[in-house]
């Protein structure tokens, strides 16, 4: 089954302590992206990755990290978590840059509370 | 001003009606717009995608883009209760950045 798979789904965490969100999919998508979603600010991007070894910051990129060492993975890092970065993640990948056509699949979503 | 505004709603229409969501965006190099569906709890996922300026049917779903007024809407007939959730518009322009509104969120009546 084509999927986007993220790890933990739910997760309560303490203020400093990294902590490591993974993204994984499965139909050899060359774009994948993290995003958050606030009330009332829907979804912002996070960053995005055009293909291995190639990511760039989106909207809200500070106090996030990412890494994108295979095509099929894209973690999301949080080096200190702070209560602001409380939010739900969602990552999303397509088979190219959505500058064209190609949809995105979002991943179920991790809910993330830092305390 | 937000790049990509849409009314939060809630839109409600009775069910058989047409529903009519709205999206403005500011980046006159914008390229692609996307339409996302959002089931409380849920991911988003695609209804509809439209880069050229006019109209696109998919089956219930028309998606309008007018890049002169920097408009792109989503038309909905005969609206079903299944189609209650919230409506996300995505713009993509250079670069890749993705940038979505805050969605508009539709009850339809039985």
């Known amino acids: 089954e084509a999927q986007v798979t993220q790890n933990p789904r739910y997760l309560i965490t303490v203020t400093g302590k990294k902590l490591t969100v993974t993204c994984s999919q499965n139909m050899n998508h060359e774009y994948m992206s993290w995003y958050r979603q606030d009330p009332g600010l829907g979804l912002r991007q996070i960053y995005y990755s055009m293909n291995v070894e190639v990511t760039d910051k989106g909207d809200v990129p500070e106090g996030y990290k990412v890494s994108r060492k295979e095509k099929r993975n894209f973690p999301l890092i949080l080096e200190s978590p702070s209560p602001n970065q409380t939010s739900l993640y969602f990552c999303a990948s397509s088979l190219s840059d959505t500058s064209y056509s190609y949809e995105q699949y979002f991943g179920p979503g991790t809910r993330l509370t830092v305390t | 001003q937000k790049e990509v505004e849409q009314n939060s709603g809630p839109l409600s229409v009775p069910e058989g009606a047409i529903a009519s969501l709205n999206c403005t965006y500011s980046d006159r190099g914008s390229q692609s717009f996307f339409w996302y569906r959002q089931y409380s709890g849920k991911s988003p996922e695609l209804i509809m995608f439209?880069?050229?300026?006019g109209d696109k049917e998919d089956g219930r779903f028309t998606a309008q883009l007018n890049k002169a007024s920097q408009y792109v809407s989503l038309l909905i007939r005969d609206s079903q209760p299944s189609d209650s959730a919230t409506y996300l518009c995505?713009?993509?322009?250079?670069?890749?950045?993705?940038?979505f509104g805050t969605g508009t969120k539709l009850q339809v009546i039985p």
């Open positions: 995505a713009v993509t322009g250079g670069y890749q950045k993705v940038t």
């Open positions: 439209i880069y050229s300026n």
